[in-house]
């Protein structure tokens, strides 16, 4: 990883954020104040959306006089406070939703800061010929409004502002009520980097206590001109059907084949790589494997030497019970399975103590084989567990693993050295990212080629956004002129 704190220095940042945090009155009394840290109050944070709104279109309309090289400038303020900050947020995120990690937190955040595409993502076309010049420019679409996730609250706060303000928009967030702490101060922080070189007070705004309801104000403002969406399957549903232009970025559940050309040994330690990072919060991350029968025991104790404790079929099960819970749908009878919120993206530790398992900090991952039809292969769990479903061949692992995606479209892994067998699941499982032999996190940008986002829009078709996903095409003709040849 990018960043190895040891644990020593881990505890040194959350003891500096929590003290921090518990010496502002209002925090130790109340919990999560999403108005203020440290006694200072956050920039940006309305108590009514509508407020929120127009702060929001006020920042936008004193960015439209701007230059690109001003708005570029705007862009590397952020970089920079966000690289400076971004102890602080991984801490204050770890803290405020018990998910994750902080070092892993941090080095997501540095991503963020490095990875993200700023102005030079916009780029105009030029089109000549016997009538003229033609040009298409990428324009603003005004306010935008962003419903981010708990998994990746500050990331996707500050990855979408930055992309929003590139493109010369400004941005209203309903940010996940159980990280708005997090989320806000990541509002406050665009704010406070955006003022410090000339941009407007505020340009990114929130509100202190988002809801559904205030969501749905956002939804229906005529202000609001661009949706952008970036958390689970109902919330997606919820903003695609608002009548208006649209970006959604919903769930994954990313299967990993392993054939028999694989290098086994880095196979398994990518794999627990890329399914530990953040406890597995990322929607890219490994969520289960299908591998060929001849090479599964190799790749098995690959991943116990990597950390991982192999479950008998008894403990998947009584573990399944726990991380998931039962829940009948009122309209169809139908039971589904819901994660259990005291369990995503929570230390591998913590989650096997809940069926009596004691291990030391070293377990970063708990594996189990199971057959196809498991809980640990159909469900999205977003915490460091692995199901493993032994196949037989290419086209068995092809069939089960396209199966497993669900159609989320979003991302899947391979590791082969076969390339007709790397492009025949590629080509079949029709996702936004496909990784080959490499820990998922390559997929956006960290150890592999390519920007990052933490907003990837399967469903809508933008892929990896970037500043560009949050323009409107506008088109101006020269007729019979401005040609030089
Ligand atoms: P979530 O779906 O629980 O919540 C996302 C946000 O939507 C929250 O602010 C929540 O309060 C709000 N919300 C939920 N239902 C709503 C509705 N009907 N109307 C308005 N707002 C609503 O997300 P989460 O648990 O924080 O994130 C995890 C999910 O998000 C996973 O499924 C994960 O795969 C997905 N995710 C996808 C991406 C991506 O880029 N595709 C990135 C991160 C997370």
């Known amino acids: 990883m990018a960043v190895n704190l040891t644990e020593a220095q881990v505890a040194e940042v959350v003891a500096k954020v929590v003290k921090e945090l518990v010496t502002s009155a209002p925090v130790a009394k109340t919990g999560w104040d999403s108005t203020q840290y440290n006694g200072r109050r956050l920039v940006g944070i309305y108590d009514k959306m509508e407020d929120a709104i127009a ?14 090289a001003e708005r570029e400038k705007l862009i590397t303020s952020i970089r920079e406070y966000c690289r400076a900050e971004a102890d602080v947020m991984a801490a204050l995120g770890v803290a405020e939703t018990k998910m994750g990690r902080v070092d892993h937190k941090i080095a997501k955040h540095k991503l963020v800061a490095d990875k993200t595409p700023g102005t030079e993502d916009i780029v105009a076309e ?40 590139a493109a010369g928009n400004g941005v209203v967030f309903n940010p996940h009520p159980g990280a708005i702490a997090t989320s806000n101060y990541a509002v406050d922080l665009v704010n406070r980097a955006v003022h410090a070189v000339g941009g407007p007070e505020v340009l990114v705004a929130s509100v202190a206590k988002p809801t559904l309801e205030s969501a749905d104000i956002m939804y229906k403002h005529p202000s609001i001109k661009l949706l952008v969406c970036t958390g689970g399957p109902g919330v997606v549903r919820a903003v695609l059907s608002s009548g208006k232009k649209a970006i959604g970025a919903g769930a994954g559940n990313p299967p990993v084949i392993v054939d028999d050309t694989a290098d086994i040994e880095k196979a398994a330690k990518d794999i627990i790589d890329g399914c530990t990072f953040d406890n597995n919060l990322p929607c890219i991350a490994e969520k289960e494997v299908f591998v060929f029968n001849g090479v599964a ?56 103590e809940k069926i009596g398992i004691k291990v030391g900090p070293e377990i970063r991952c708990a594996i189990a084989e199971v057959p196809f039809e498991h809980l640990f292969v159909q469900e999205e769990l977003m915490m460091p567990i692995l199901g493993i479903v032994r196949v037989r061949d290419i086209d068995e692992a092809i069939e089960l693993a396209c199966k497993a995606e669900h159609g989320n479209r979003h991302t899947a892994h391979m590791h082969s050295k076969n390339i007709d067998n790397l492009s025949r699941f590629a ?40 500043a560009k996903s949050f323009t409107r095409l506008r088109r101006c003709v020269m007729a019979d002129s401005f040609r030089i040849i």
């Open 427 to 466: 080509k079949a499982v029709e996702t936004t990212i496909f990784v080959k032999n490499a820990p998922s996190y390559a997929g956006i940008g960290f150890g592999g080629e390519g920007h990052t986002t933490f907003t990837i829009a399967g469903p809508t078709g933008e892929g990896i956004t970037s």
């Open 55 to 68: 702060a929001a279109e006020k920042g936008y309309k004193a960015i439209r006089s701007m230059t690109v």
């Open 126 to 165: 030029a089109k000549t010929g016997d009538c003229g010049l033609t040009l298409t420019e990428r324009a603003p679409f005004g306010v935008v409004g962003a419903i981010t996730p708990s998994t990746n609250p500050s990331e996707t706060v500050i990855c979408n502002s930055m992309g929003m303000i």
């Open 297 to 352: 025991d190799r790749l098995i104790s690959g991943m116990l030497k990597n950390g991982c404790i192999l479950l008998t079929r008894e403990q998947a099960d009584a573990l399944a019970k726990v991380v998931l819970v039962e829940k009948t749908d009122p309209k169809t009878g139908k039971v589904k399975h819901i994660v259990n919120r005291d369990c995503v993206g929570r230390d591998c530790r913590v989650i096997l």
